[in-house]
């Protein structure tokens, strides 16, 4: 609770700063001026920081002591509303800033150059500018809210490796990752959607890297009759994320706080998984097999510290392939590469921060600052890890240049890639 009063009075802070800025420079306009300037500068100053205060005020208290995800879900507004004034307010407020500093650190001259062409202030052209880039994240975060957190699609990924069964040439995998059911609330259709599109690509296998829900094991009321529906051949297994254990709310005891974990375990196999909890199982294909572990949530900070890759690889020491679900892909450079055991590992978990740009080979989200591998494809000699950018969404109701990821792997049998 001190850590959420201690953000709530940062953000404050910083709302109050920015709004006590902007409210000056409002005042020193044309239009600040008039009345209707002071009614405009009322509601842009007063009246939403005193919204968005309140609504992140709302999320502090309230989140704690949730006992279902419909507070989650409100908050997750609260947060959007906050954020779709305030990005704009920081745009502007940054150019502003220029001129500010400009006049603070270069005095203006005593007699201005004569021109005989109408002049635009430089103030005034930094304003112009400033309001016309904060469109930007205005526009992207009301198209990542209606759009862009259902705009579902598949990254495909061919993957050759030597040590591969023929029999198993042409497998096709596919991976999705951080479900968190509960943020969908009664909006079922998008993750039908979702469903149609896995099946499109006759999977012969599907992996489920964790987070199938924000907290609660209730989240998964009634979704058997979506997620029943996926096919593959060689079977549907899943794992826990940081977000399956209920770590994010008060309980009022242990039995009710081991009461809903058990719920979030009985759910996997309810939606068709088989949940591998620190266990492994071998695929089998014309009679050859290859080995799947599972391990369950491990992370750093105060994520839980519960996968336990000895215990998940019994059983399939013996296998010439082995592949890995992982929830935090952390634990791929701090477990599973010292192991030296499995040659693919798939990992979920940072959903790429929910934003990001990805263009080409060029690729950039906030994500990057918090981990070390936030999406895609990473190599170490012959080990591999894939990051899959998430399916569902979290705290920002929306997504914005990282739309959500179904992810469909092909594996051959061949020479692994030339280092890039």
């Known amino acids: 609770m001190k850590i959420h009063l201690a953000f709530l009075v940062v953000a404050a802070f910083l709302i109050f700063l920015l709004d006590w800025f902007l409210a000056r420079q409002w005042q020193r306009s044309k239009v600040g001026q008039t009345k209707a300037g002071e009614w405009i500068r009322l509601f842009l100053f007063f009246v939403l920081p005193v919204i968005a205060i309140l609504g992140l005020l709302y999320a502090v208290i309230k989140v704690p002591i949730a006992t279902d995800a419909s507070v989650y879900r409100l908050s997750s507004y609260f947060i959007f509303f906050a954020t779709l004034v305030y990005a704009p307010k920081a745009v502007i407020a940054f150019f502003l800033c220029i001129d500010v500093l400009f006049d603070f650190f270069v005095r203006r001259r005593a007699r201005e150059k004569k021109h005989h062409y109408p002049k635009i202030t430089r103030r005034k052209f930094l304003s112009q500018i400033g309001i016309i880039m904060a469109t930007a994240p205005f526009v992207s975060l009301l198209f990542g809210v209606f759009k862009g957190r259902y705009a579902f699609y598949t990254r495909h990924i061919k993957m050759s490796f030597p040590n591969l069964p023929s029999a198993f040439n042409g ?35 599907i992996l489920f890297t964790g987070d199938l829900v924000n907290n609660f094991a209730g989240e998964l009321k009634g979704w058997e009759h979506y997620f029943l529906p996926l096919k593959a051949p060689m079977g549907k297994y899943s794992i826990l994320g940081n977000h399956d254990y209920g770590n994010y709310s008060r309980w009022p005891s242990t039995e009710a706080k081991q009461h809903n974990f058990e719920g979030i375990v009985a759910g996997h196999q309810k939606l068709g998984f088989t949940l591998l909890r620190n266990q492994s199982v071998t695929l089998s294909r014309n009679g050859v097999t ?50 030296n055991f499995y040659d693919l590992t798939l990992s979920g978990h940072t959903h790429g921060m929910q934003f990001g740009i990805e263009k080409g080979d060029f690729r950039w989200s906030p994500a990057k600052y918090v981990q070390k591998r936030w999406a895609g494809l990473y190599r170490e000699g012959n080990k591999f890890l894939y990051v899959n950018r998430g399916l569902g969404y979290l705290g920002m109701p929306a997504r914005v240049g990282m739309p959500p990821e179904i992810t469909v792997i092909e594996l051959h049998r061949g020479d692994l890639p030339s280092p890039v």
């Not at 149609?196 to 690509?201: F, P, S, V």
């Open 290 to 339: 290859i080995g799947l572990a599972g391990v369950e949530n491990w992370g750093l900070g105060h994520h839980p510290k519960k996968g336990d890759i000895a215990k998940a690889t019994r059983g399939i020491e013996d296998q010439p392939f082995n592949i890995l679900m992982s929830h935090d892909p952390d634990h791929w450079d701090l477990k599973v590469l010292p192991q």
């Open 171 to 205: 497998l096709k995998i596919v991976q999705i990752s951080d479900l968190h059911l509960g943020s969908f609330g009664s909006n079922r259709a998008p993750l039908a959607d979702a469903v149609a599109l896995i099946n499109e690509q006759k999977p012969d296998v």
